[in-house]
């Protein structure tokens, strides 16, 4: 004669089998769902660096009221200055909730590539290894390869006749 298995015996052999499971892979679901989170936050605060950056560079074509000046190229140096701060202004003013984020303007004479006109070159960093925007989870810090910065620039040309 045969014994026949019932099937609560089969059953009772694998009881907690998908507990086991389930606790096995917690751990790499859960490193997919932090990676994703990450690195969209990553994505997001590079965009908004760019956006900003881009901008503040439309914000130097606007004109800047400056004192008098000894000579038409000092005018021109002092125009380009104003400028270059306002767009760092306008530029900071869209990254409020990136802290931490600076803005460096370059004001060049004159265009590497045209040197007929004047340009100014905005660039925002943000120290993403200083402060970064989602906390790095014990164990898995390490794993995830982040960008120590996120920079962002745009420059805009303007016509030295303009610039007073």
């Known amino acids: 004669m045969t014994a026949v298995r019932s099937a609560s015996g089969m059953r009772r052999r694998e009881r907690g089998a998908t507990a086991i499971e389930f606790a096995l892979m917690l751990p790499v679901f859960f490193l997919i769902l932090y990676a994703i ?3 969209g936050m990553i994505f997001a605060a590079q965009q908004n660096l760019t956006l900003a950056a881009t901008e503040g560079a439309r914000a130097a074509l606007n004109y800047q009221q400056v ?6 190229q000092a005018a021109q140096q002092a125009a380009l200055a104003a400028r270059a701060q306002a767009a760092c202004t306008a530029a900071t003013n869209l990254t409020t909730w990136l802290k931490g984020s600076t803005c460096s303007p370059t004001q060049q004479g004159n265009c590497s590539y045209d040197p007929t006109m004047l340009c100014v070159q905005i660039t925002l960093t943000y120290p993403y290894s200083q402060s970064p925007l989602i906390p790095s989870f014990p164990l898995l810090g390490s794993l995830l390869p982040v960008p120590s910065t996120l920079t962002g620039t745009a ?3 303007i016509s030295p006749v303009n610039i007073i």
């Open 37 to 39: 989170i990450t690195y």
């Open 67 to 72: 004192g008098a000046a000894a000579s038409v």
């Open 155 to 157: 420059m805009v040309q």
